[in-house]
């Protein structure tokens, strides 16, 4: 017979024997048959009527007479029955069951599945390969059968030790074709995952309905109740029969989660009765950010696109112009920091203009998930409810960054110091960025870090380590790893201090001085003493000067422009954009200029100029490392040539924004060559190009502000990544006049 790897690769007229034709299996049958009409599906069930109705509705093709004559024709055996009906039915047909004839199943408790099949054959065949689909509904028997029930569900595979990698190759592809999503865990690991997400509810479900329908009031009770309680007891609508087996073939695991849960609701009662409040909003809080924070992980999703899977692209047409006063979203570096510093302050810190952005959202989280209460954001508020420098408690599993270098590194520093051992991780673009840049200053210190393969994430980082003050002379200007040392110097036993060989971002030492702990300052060197405490307070989060960036260049280039960007942090180690623009000729007056919370602000006004290219000073590089990506643009508009040198940071961003912003300026006709540091940009004529932004957020926004002089139409492949720091940034586009719309894709 052909090799069970064939089946699914060159669909050949093959038997599937489904044993159990009721939702599950029946849909399974019509799912495979759709996505492979050359498969030849026979069916089984207990129930006549059940095996006329298959045939009828032509969920199968042939019914078999009994168990035997299915096994003895059957390449794949798919088992759809209760768990505990499944020994007595391999009984029957095992002796008619080739070597070769791969069996799996759908069965939820996969440890009492596989003892079931070991006991009935007396060993476990090595083409036996046990499945979970995590899919279902509320209708049952063969006529609810629905071939697209599996489509963007999620499919467990349990392999145990020694099965035939070619029989869970044909299984994951067989499930793969109904359009699951095929993973694959261990089945102890299966057991107690499911115990916790799917079992311990449908219990908690069926005694919540049962108790209430006991009560004298129940008819009220059911009749008045709202839409929340429909949803959560749904489920105790679900077989009672299949569940009784459930709870009998998995209790050590449900009760491991039921003793788990009980301990949670007896913090609950006591925080109740004790009226504490804090408390409860950290169990409440920590709850709804948690629901929607691991929902996004599991489905790769953005925190402000909810449960979405689909990509973003703009389409930019030539023209339009940039008027009017807007303001940006918030620092984002302000924004990280206030959440680290505000977590680690005693006392309750505000905030206000949050940036409601990924990579801020990702360290919100974090500190959520290391116990710390936060309420909001909402509309840019947050309060911060501060453990104390010595208050955070060790998270339930590895930390996610998401796309967030600055959340990854300045944690880093932060967490060398705990007592605790956590993990943190990243999504696929940061999951490439190098790490060892902050983790060996902290080996210096006595931290313990480990980074993954070339230095990069996961970061791994070992709790209880008895850190030492140092002074370290920062190789390369880097403000993220400044920081992180600083952070760590909180910890560290004496005194910690940096040099840096070129200004870069302060926005550390404003704070830490401003939460109370004092950063002395002396040149290019930054030094603290360990031993002090951070006091709660309040900050207003000024607007993201790296944000204005786009539309302070969009306004120099584009004809007929005046715009004014309101209440932007003039931070001096951040003003670089402003002044690289104006020695190009950029037209820009700063209004109304006051300091709030220790940062400068003001209202930037930029009418169109005539640009020209300039050598960029390389003290000005660090300055505006991240804005480069729209100077570009500017320089491309630019009469003559612009140089950058110094500036191989950018080649280790989100992207390689070099080579990539190099990439799009030739797609676009522009004469741009890229160097080791940097690029030099002869201005000209922009066309018309389809340019892909390499999941960097800063990439996608700068070629839309090309659009405002491009002769053609751009498309931005992977927008919507700019949800990581400037999630309202088309709307704001948009209003001032640029052509610009979003298209899902």
């Keep these: 017979m052909a090799s069970p790897e064939k089946i699914i690769q060159t669909l ?37 009527d059940e095996m006329e109705a298959a045939l009828r509705l032509g969920v199968i093709d042939e019914i078999a007479q009994d168990l035997p004559s299915g096994a003895q024709r059957a390449h794949v055996i798919m088992l ?13 047909m095992r002796d008619f069951v080739a070597d070769q004839t791969i069996i799996t199943d759908v069965g939820s408790v996969k440890g009492t599945v596989i003892d079931s099949v070991a006991d009935a054959f007396g060993y476990l065949p090595r083409c036996f390969v046990p499945g979970h689909p995590i899919a279902g509904s509320e209708k049952s028997g063969v006529a609810s059968a629905d071939a697209s029930l599996f489509v963007k569900h999620k499919i467990i595979i349990t392999p145990p030790p020694g099965v035939s990698s070619k029989a869970v190759n044909s299984i994951r592809k067989l499930w793969a074709s109904t359009g699951a999503e095929v993973l694959a865990m261990s089945p102890a690991y299966h057991d107690q995952v499911l115990a916790s997400t799917s079992h311990l509810p449908h219990l908690l479900a069926f005694s919540l309905v049962d108790t209430l329908a006991r009560e004298d009031q129940s008819l009220d009770i059911f009749r008045y109740a709202a839409g929340g309680f429909r949803d959560f007891t749904r489920i105790a609508a679900s077989d009672p029969t299949m569940w009784h087996d459930i709870f009998l073939t998995n209790t ?15 913090r609950v009662k006591e925080a109740i009765l004790n009226q504490n409040s804090q408390e409860m909003l950290g169990i409440f809080t920590r709850a709804k950010a948690a629901r929607e924070h691991f929902n996004r992980i599991l489905d790769g999703t953005p925190y402000l696109k909810p449960m979405t899977t689909k990509n973003l692209e703009y389409h930019v047409k030539p023209g339009g112009t940039a008027q009017g006063s807007i303001r940006v979203p918030g620092d984002k570096s302000v924004s990280h920091r206030s959440i680290m510093l505000g977590a680690l302050a005693k006392g309750i810190t505000e905030v206000e203009g949050f940036l409601e952005g990924e990579d801020a959202l990702s360290t919100l989280q974090a500190f959520r998930d290391m116990g710390v209460v936060i309420e909001g954001p909402y509309d840019g508020k947050v309060k911060i409810y501060g453990a104390g420098l010595h208050g955070l408690q060790a998270p339930p599993g590895p930390l996610y960054m998401g796309n967030s270098g600055t959340s990854m590194r300045l944690l880093c520093g932060l967490l060398a110091g705990q007592d605790f051992d956590v993990t943190l991780t990243g999504d696929e673009s940061l999951s490439k960025r190098p790490m060892e840049r902050v983790a060996k200053p902290l080996r210096d210190m006595g931290a313990v870090i480990e980074t993954g393969e070339g230095g990069r994430p996961p970061v791994k980082i070992k709790g209880g380590q008895s850190l030492k003050g140092i002074h370290y002379d920062l190789p390369m200007a880097s403000a993220q790893v400044k920081s992180c040392v600083l952070l760590a110097g909180l910890y560290a036993e004496g005194q910690t201090s940096t040099t840096e060989p070129a200004p870069t971002r302060d926005h550390t030492e404003r704070m830490l001085n401003g939460f109370g702990y004092e950063v002395k300052i002396e040149g290019a060197t930054a030094t603290l003493q360990s031993g002090g405490s951070l006091t709660a307070t309040k900050i207003d989060v000024p607007s993201d000067i790296s944000s204005a960036a786009f539309f302070m260049v969009a306004a120099s280039i584009a004809p007929d422009a005046d715009l004014t960007i309101r209440h932007v942090g003039m931070n001096p180690t951040r003003i670089g954009v402003i002044n690289i623009l104006k020695a190009m000729g950029a ?4 209004l109304n200029e006051k300091e709030v919370g220790g940062e400068p602000v003001a209202d930037i006004r930029v009418q169109s100029a005539q640009l020209k290219g300039i050598h960029i000073p390389e003290d000005q590089v660090p300055l505006a490392i991240d804005e480069f990506p729209v100077l570009f643009i500017a320089a491309a508009c630019a009469e003559g040539e612009t140089i950058l040198t110094g500036a191989e940071e950018l080649r280790v961003k989100e992207s390689d924004r070099i080579q990539v912003m190099a990439d799009g300026l ?5 004469d741009a060559k890229p160097t080791p540091d940097g690029m030099v940009i002869k201005g000209g004529e922009m066309g018309s190009a389809t340019v892909v932004s390499h999941g960097d957020h800063r990439i996608a926004m700068s070629f839309t502000v090309a659009g405002l002089r491009a002769k053609g139409d751009i498309v931005i492949k992977g927008a919507e990544h700019v949800a990581t720091s400037f999630p309202n940034f088309v709307e704001l586009a948009q209003q001032v006049g640029m052509n610009i719309t979003a298209q899902e894709v």
């Design 666 to 670: 030739i797609d676009l006709g522009i």
């Design 252 to 266: 050590r695991a449900v009760m491991r989660s039921l003793e788990h849960f009980e301990q949670g609701v007896q």
């Design 587 to 590: 037209n820009i007056e700063l």
């Design 12 to 48: 050949p007229v093959e038997n599937i024997f489904v044993v159990g034709l009721g939702l599950i299996g029946g849909s399974f049958a019509k799912a495979v048959k759709k996505a492979n009409p050359d498969l030849h599906i026979i069916g089984f069930d207990r129930n006549p």
């Design 80 to 92: 759809s029955v209760p768990v505990k009906a499944m020994n007595p039915v391999l009984r029957e």
